[in-house]
């Protein structure tokens, strides 16, 4: 593997950040709107603790939102910035150059951990100034469960650039629909628990599943479940293996019966 | 260097020449086929393609080998097979049957090292448009691992008179311009085998001269072998030492320009061309 390939790799991407700053808008644009309905949710709830009990679900829901967006994300940008070669009809040119299918993926995901870095970095300021809200009084436990998240996000977007290889532009919309379609047995908002038995078992086959389960064991009782973060690493060091053996599959596939130059050429 | 010299020979090769070429061999050349030109070590070999796309054949028994300094015109019709057979020997789709080698390398199990000796450009591809042109050229530089990208970035820039369009954002070239831009981002990594889609197509009568001069200096300087494709026939005559004629995957004709157009009876390649292509499949044409 070369550092070089991936460092050039990446530079594409910060080019294109620094060309076009308007890009960076819709990289703070929906975190920063997220941000903005859920404090002041948080605020308002903060503020009629006083009164009634807050019921728990409250909080199970924001910290479902939370972390749904991390895994989105991810996946967005994982896809995106094979997107960005699709739409540039660069890809022809990345094939043919020495670059290996591993360079490649690990540079977008280098790409993600910047761009998750960026929009960190700002809604942490915002909300200091905003909301009064300090990251550092942040429930530390959840960090594991971002990581895993954002791993499985990074996955998800290979099988969605999987997908684009495969059928072209026209799957883009499949592409960006990938994440909702674990979403239902995810137990992203409600416990797996409650799901029945055929959907469990789907759950527990997605590393996301007991991260959503570790989430309101944090914040119902302060302690993150080893076991389900165990879990959830081994089941996502399977998906990624899943998920690149995909991905292989599907170029090699495009080699065979011709559909790779249709897609990256014009 | 041997390319060069056989590429300028006369047919009565000097004695001192064949001598040269002895010596050569025996001090330099691997072993392995040796081509009709009785060159150097093949670039590259493409042995027996077959290419089918369903039910319909887009190559048939495709064979042809290009030597060190050599540039080979692959001419024919809409159709005739020309960015497919370029896409096997990239690697982009793979032959129903028959096999590519580069280098005496086999392209599919050694892909990185054959590609960091080759490179591409076809009007069918793109570099990213939101990128200025200097910045597209650095992160190629960086992907084929050119030692001194800035000097190389300015020398190609400079040598296809694109220099003081560096800071244009490339989605606004136009396309004669984006062409060369092209020709910079293959010429980067100093390929020792370039293929060409219609390297030419969309550039004006002044700039398509002066890059068929370059084309040539770089193949006479460095000894590339290049595989071109055109529909353009004075491209072909003038930068083409051999060309081969394809019809609907097959090769109809092959030779240096003034071999093919004197075994047609035509006056010129344009000539030849519209026989091909409008008599269909004439190896007795050609004999
Ligand atoms: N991926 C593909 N799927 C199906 N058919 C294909 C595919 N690629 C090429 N073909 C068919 O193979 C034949 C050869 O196409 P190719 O693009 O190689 O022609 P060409 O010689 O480059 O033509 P042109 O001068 O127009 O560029 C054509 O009939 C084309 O329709
Ligand atoms: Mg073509």
């Given at each position: 593997?070369?550092?070089?390939?991936i460092?050039a790799?990446?530079?594409?991407?910060?080019y294109l950040?620094?060309?076009?700053p308007?890009?960076l808008?819709e990289l703070?644009?929906?975190?920063?709107m997220?941000?903005?309905?859920?404090?002041?949710?948080?605020?308002?709830?903060?503020?009629?603790k006083?009164?009634a009990?807050?019921?728990t679900?409250i909080?199970?829901?924001?910290?479902?939102?939370i972390?749904?967006?991390?895994?989105?994300?991810?996946?967005?940008a994982?896809?995106i910035?094979?997107?960005?070669?699709?739409?540039t009809k660069?890809l022809?040119?990345i094939?043919?150059?020495?670059v290996?299918?591993l360079?490649?993926?690990?540079?977008g995901c280098i790409v993600?951990?910047l761009?998750?870095g960026v929009t960190v970095?700002v809604?942490s300021?915002?909300a200091a100034s905003a909301?009064?809200?300090?990251?550092l009084q942040?429930?530390?436990n959840l960090?594991?469960f971002?990581?895993l998240?954002?791993?499985?996000?990074w996955?998800?977007?290979?099988?969605?650039s999987?997908?684009i290889?495969r059928?072209?532009?026209g799957?883009?919309?499949?592409?960006?629909?990938?994440?909702?379609l674990?979403?239902?047995?995810a137990a992203?908002?409600y416990?797996?628990g409650d799901?029945?038995w055929?959907?469990?078992t789907l759950?527990?086959?997605?590393?996301c599943?007991?991260?959503?389960e570790?989430?309101?064991?944090v914040?119902s009782?302060?302690?993150?479940d080893?076991?389900?973060?165990g879990l959830?690493?081994v089941s996502?060091l399977?998906?990624?293996?899943?998920g690149?053996?995909?991905?292989?599959y599907?170029?090699?596939a495009?080699?065979?019966?011709?559909?790779?130059?249709?897609v990256?050429?014009? | 260097m041997?390319g060069?010299?056989?590429?300028t020979g006369?047919?009565?090769?000097?004695?001192a020449d064949a001598?040269a070429?002895?010596?050569?061999?025996?001090?330099?050349?691997?072993r392995?086929?040796?081509t009709d030109h009785?060159?150097?070590?093949p670039?590259?070999?493409?042995d027996r393609?077959h290419?089918m796309f369903?039910?319909?054949?887009?190559?048939?028994?495709?064979?042809?080998?290009l030597?060190?300094?050599e540039?080979?015109?692959?001419?024919g019709a809409?159709g005739?097979?020309k960015?497919?057979?370029?896409?096997i020997?990239?690697?982009?789709?793979?032959?129903?049957?028959g096999?590519?080698s580069?280098?005496g390398?086999?392209?599919l199990?050694?892909r990185i090292a054959v590609l960091r000796?080759t490179n591409?450009a076809?009007?069918y591809?793109d570099?990213?448009?939101n990128?200025?042109?200097a910045?597209?050229?650095?992160?190629?530089?960086?992907?084929?691992?050119?030692?001194k990208p800035?000097?190389k970035?300015?020398e190609?820039?400079?040598?296809l008179?694109?220099?003081?369009?560096?800071?244009?954002?490339?989605g606004?070239?136009?396309?004669?311009?984006s062409?060369?831009l092209?020709l910079?981002?293959?010429?980067?990594n100093?390929p020792?085998l370039?293929?060409l889609?219609?390297?030419?197509a969309s550039?004006?009568?002044d700039?398509?001269?002066k890059?068929?001069?370059?084309l040539r200096?770089?193949?006479?300087?460095?000894g590339?072998a290049?595989l071109?494709?055109s529909h353009?026939?004075?491209?072909i005559e003038?930068v083409?030492d051999?060309?081969?004629?394809?019809h609907q995957?097959?090769?109809?004709?092959?030779?240096?320009?003034?071999q093919v157009i004197s075994?047609?009876?035509?006056t010129s390649?344009?000539?030849v061309f519209?026989?091909i292509?409008?008599?269909?499949?004439l190896?007795?044409?050609?004999k």
């Open positions: 593997m070369s550092p070089g390939v460092q790799l990446v530079l594409r991407h910060l950040y620094r060309r076009n308007i890009r808008v703070l644009f929906w975190p920063i997220e941000m903005m309905v859920w404090g002041n949710l948080s605020v308002w709830l903060d503020k009629s006083g009164g009990q807050i019921p679900f909080p199970y829901l924001i910290g479902g939102v972390l749904w967006d991390v895994l989105f994300r991810a996946q967005q994982v896809a910035s094979f997107l960005e070669d699709v739409w660069n022809v040119n094939l043919v150059a020495p290996r299918p360079e490649y993926v690990i540079s993600g951990l761009r998750i970095i809604l300021i915002l909301f009064h809200f300090n990251v942040f429930h530390w960090v594991p971002f990581g998240l954002m791993l499985f996000g996955t998800l977007g290979l099988i969605s999987a997908l290889l059928w072209g532009q799957a883009e919309s499949l592409a960006w629909a990938v994440p909702f674990i979403q239902p047995v992203v908002y416990p797996i799901l029945p055929w959907a469990q759950g527990w086959l997605l590393p599943t007991p991260v959503f570790g989430m309101r064991g914040l009782h302060g302690t993150a080893l076991r389900l973060l959830s690493v996502n399977v998906w990624m293996a899943f690149a053996g995909i991905y292989l599907v170029l090699n495009g080699r065979r019966n011709g559909t790779l130059t249709r990256t050429s014009h | 041997a060069v010299i056989i590429v006369s047919p009565g090769k000097p004695a001598d070429d002895c010596l050569w061999n025996a001090i330099a050349r691997p392995g086929p040796v009785g060159m150097s070590e670039v590259l070999v493409v393609l290419r369903g039910e319909s054949v887009a190559l048939e028994n495709l064979s042809f080998s030597s060190r300094g540039v080979v015109g692959l001419l809409n005739a097979g960015t497919t057979a370029m896409s020997i990239l690697g982009l789709t793979t032959a129903t049957s096999s590519v580069i280098f390398m086999d392209p199990k050694n000796r591409y076809s009007a591809t570099l990213p448009g990128l200025s042109v910045q597209n050229l650095r992160v190629f530089a960086g992907i084929y691992g050119v030692k800035v000097p970035i300015h190609l820039l400079e040598m008179e694109i220099a003081h369009l560096k800071d244009r954002t490339t606004h070239l136009s396309a004669g311009e062409t060369r092209h910079c981002k293959a010429l980067l100093d020792e370039l293929l889609d219609e390297p030419t550039l004006d009568p700039i398509a001269d890059v068929r001069k370059i200096r770089i193949q006479q300087e460095r590339i290049i071109y494709t353009n026939m004075r491209d003038e083409c051999r060309v081969i004629f394809m995957g097959k090769v109809v004709t092959e030779g240096s320009p003034a075994r047609f009876n035509e390649m344009e000539d519209i026989r292509v409008r008599d269909g499949d190896e007795a044409v050609g």
